[in-house]
């Protein structure tokens, strides 16, 4: 599969015809006509956009439509999104680049037919709201927003989703999260919220939800055992949701690589953890005063304190509740009960 060969420009009909371009595609409309101008881009043979970066300097109101090729293309748009902006991802596993503006939150309401969407915002926020004509039925959509800084947030609202499945992955500051309401996948998850750093209020959906932790760092704050921050999971369904850990072999810090035997680790109440004396072994419980899932990295008999994971944690089973996930957030080892 090649590169774009062709690029095809309409403004008001006129048509500009662009051969030649090997690897990078700059396509730069300038333009203060009214909102009735048309900037169309169609690669919809079997050529690649390898890169395309686009930008916009008009009246916010031109109606502006990408067609993606049938191969894997890569779009960058840069801070131009907005609900004129009409792109459709083609076949092949696609990504859009963009700078979410501040102010708006339909930048992506028709957009379809990708598989990765990349907030590339660091020093500003970003909010969008979402339906299904982002999703793939039965596919996965990656939204990755990891660069906004700490001093930053996402907002962003997957909830009125019904026919395909979330992976997601918030930035250093404290995000708001709301996954899709699609039925669950066989032997899978409808969502895998990762908040990043930050104190995270995160949402699942009406099915099976991941919630995932990469880093002690990932839980707001809290790693001294001081109190307060965690993320806040509004909605976590005991034995239906899970905690996810990742294994120290994938770069994780919780001091577990399987799954394994990880139920005589968890305690699901703060009684049953105070009972554990003089264990020093890394461990979760849920302090049932508090509501919140705890973690200690020296058990109940070291020196450390726990640390708050998450809060609106009203129960936990530890058979079912918390498990070790490799790098691709597979499922690593077994509990036995």
């Given at each position: 599969?090649g ?5 095809h420009?309409?403004v ?7 051969s030649g371009?090997?690897?990078d ?11 009735t101008?048309?900037?169309?881009v ?6 690649d956009f390898t ?6 300097s008009?009246?916010?109101t ?18 131009d ?15 859009l ?8 939150s ?19 926020n970003?909010?969008e ?17 990891h ?6 947030a996402l907002t ?15 930035g250093a500051?404290?995000d708001t999260?709301?996954?899709v ?5 066989a ?7 990762f908040?990043g ?10 099915g ?15 790693t001294?055992g001081?109190?307060?921050a965690g993320d806040?999971?509004?909605n976590f ?11 120290d ?5 919780f001091?577990?690589?399987t799954?394994t035997?990880l ?7 703060t ?10 072994s890394p461990?979760w419980?849920?302090?049932?005063t ?18 708050v ?6 129960s936990l ?8 996930v ?7 080892g077994?509990?036995?009960t």
């Amino acid at each position: 599969m090649g590169s774009l060969t062709d690029v095809h420009v309409t403004v008001n009909g006129s048509q500009i015809d662009n051969s030649g371009f090997a690897t990078d595609v700059t396509t730069t409309l300038n333009s203060s006509a009214s909102h009735t101008s048309t900037f169309t881009v169609n690669a919809s043979g079997t050529e690649d956009f390898t890169h395309f970066h686009y930008s916009y300097s008009g009246d916010g109101t031109n109606v502006v439509d990408i067609q993606g090729s049938t191969g894997a293309d890569t779009l960058t748009m840069g801070s131009d999104m907005s609900s004129h902006v009409h792109i459709t991802g083609g076949g092949g596993t696609d990504t859009l680049h963009f700078t979410d503006a501040v102010g708006t939150s339909d930048d992506l309401s028709h957009v379809s037919a990708f598989s990765n969407i990349i907030f590339d915002n660091i020093g500003s926020n970003a909010s969008e709201t979402v339906g299904d004509s982002l999703f793939t039925s039965g596919q996965t959509l990656n939204v990755d927003a990891h660069t906004i800084d700490s001093s930053h947030a996402l907002t962003f609202d997957a909830s009125g989703v019904t026919g395909g499945y979330l992976y997601i992955q918030g930035g250093a500051g404290a995000d708001t999260i709301t996954g899709v309401n699609t039925n669950s996948p066989a032997n899978g998850y409808s969502n895998v919220l990762f908040g990043g750093g930050g104190a995270d209020t995160l949402t699942g959906g009406s099915g099976a939800d991941l919630f995932l932790y990469k880093s002690l760092s990932d839980n707001g704050g809290d790693t001294s055992g001081t109190g307060g921050a965690g993320d806040t999971i509004t909605n976590f369904t005991s034995g239906t949701d899970k905690f996810a850990f990742y294994a120290d072999n994938a770069g994780g810090s919780f001091g577990y690589n399987t799954t394994t035997g990880l139920n005589s680790h968890i305690f699901t109440s703060t009684a049953g953890y105070n009972a554990s004396g003089a264990s020093t072994s890394p461990c979760w419980f849920l302090d049932d005063t508090g509501h919140s899932l705890m973690y200690d990295a020296d058990g109940h008999g070291g020196g450390g304190a726990a640390v708050v994971i998450a809060n609106n944690i009203n129960s936990l089973n530890a058979n079912t509740d918390i498990i070790i996930v490799d790098a691709a957030h597979h499922q690593v080892g077994t509990i036995i009960t």
